[in-house]
Nanobody
């Protein structure tokens, strides 16, 4: 497992933007598929975005497609989530996840069970 630390959450107005970052420990970051998930109070954890180890492949659910962009800088062991056109329904605790085990395939995983390491989360609140 690796240690993951999220940052960049906070309060934004509807239509605004925020950029989340997730810093990872370890020396093999470029081989980890990474994902972002979110969980609102009383709701299940939902998939938000994922990126392959190389960064060549990404995937998003329809709810954020066209508004959110995931990217990574393997030299800095960091993955980012750029969130634009924010809506009140984007309000949630956002979690970063890493897939560090299993056979390496350069793909993006949307299933939470594909990941074995999780950060503590960062809160995003969007006002209307």
């Amino acid at each position: 497992q690796v240690q993951l630390v999220e940052s960049g959450g906070g309060l934004a107005q509807g239509g605004g933007s925020l950029r989340l970052a997730c810093a990872a420990s370890g020396r093999n970051f470029g081989s980890y598929a990474m994902g972002w998930f979110r969980q609102a109070p009383g709701k299940e954890r939902d998939f938000v975005a994922a990126i392959s180890g190389s960064g060549a492949h990404t995937t998003y659910p329809d709810s954020v497609k066209g508004r959110f962009t995931i990217s990574r800088d393997n030299a800095k062991n960091t993955v980012y989530l750029q969130m634009n056109s924010l809506k009140p329904e984007d309000t949630a605790n956002y979690y970063c996840a890493a897939r560090t085990r299993g056979v390496y395939i350069d793909t993006a995983y949307s299933y939470s069970g594909s990941y074995d390491s999780w950060g503590q989360g960062t809160q995003v609140t969007v006002s209307s």
